[in-house]
């Protein structure tokens, strides 16, 4: 059965703090991992992954997948309050690559 | 351009009833899925599809009967509401292939009273 482990559940800091997000999986046919931000509505896309040690960069966000040990890391330098949402991995597998499935998330609080 | 479009967005059911949630996307992608979040929890698959008449079960199937026969449709069917199904549903779509984004519906938010 596919596994995604996301840790920490929640995490709150203050503004200007880095912050490291995991996120471990076992799935089967595995191609490349997703990670997507969630504010209270449908979750909107951040990166894909589908090399290991090659990071990707998107401003103060970046992220980066080991598939020999199963998991990746997302970071956001010098957080905002804007950055407060729920944090989503999810790796793609199965038949035909069309499986995707979620971690539970990471709850992310930033304060002023 | 519309991308995924779910239907209704808000839905109160009563315990034993019956009904449809619709997934519609415009962007001839072949795969597609539906999800349930929880309160605090993140995405649950329910069932997915990799291509118009090929579906497949996900994490919680139970309660749920999905099918696909077209490319751009892909209906969830609540067989007998149970108050456990109170949730908020989405809906996503991918382009075939190994490395593609999801697209997601706007959620339906489903109260089972």
Redesign the interface.
């Known amino acids: 059965e596919d596994k995604v482990v996301q840790s920490p559940l929640s995490l709150v800091v203050h503004e200007g703090d880095t912050v490291t997000l995991n996120c471990s999986y076992e799935v089967t046919n595995f191609r490349s991992l997703l990670w997507y931000k969630q504010e209270k509505k449908a979750p909107t896309f951040l990166f894909m992954l589908t090399s290991s040690g090659i990071e990707k960069k998107s401003g103060r966000l970046s992220s980066i997948l080991d598939k020999k040990e199963l998991f990746s890391i997302l970071n956001i330098t010098a957080t905002q309050t804007g950055d407060s949402a729920v944090y989503l991995c999810a790796p793609a597998g199965g038949t035909s690559y069309g499986k995707l499935t979620f971690g539970q998330g990471t709850i992310l609080t930033v304060h002023p | 351009n519309a991308g995924v479009t779910q239907t209704p967005k808000f839905q109160v059911l009563k315990t034993g009833q019956s009904m449809t949630l619709q997934c519609a996307q415009d962007m001839n992608h ?2 597609m ?1 539906w ?1 349930r979040q929880d309160p ?6 329910i069932h ?4 118009a008449g090929i579906t ?1 079960q ?2 919680v199937p139970n309660g749920y009967n999905v099918s696909r026969s077209t490319t751009e449709d892909f209906p969830l069917r609540l067989l007998s509401a149970a108050p456990s199904q109170t949730s908020v549903y ?1 809906c ?1 779509s ?1 382009s ?7 697209f ?4 339906t938010r489903l109260t089972v009273v």
């Open positions: 072949e795969y899925s999800y605090g929890m993140g995405l649950r698959l997915y599809s990799v291509g497949d996900g994490e989405f996503a991918r075939g292939g190994s490395a593609t984004e999801a997601f519906g706007q959620g």
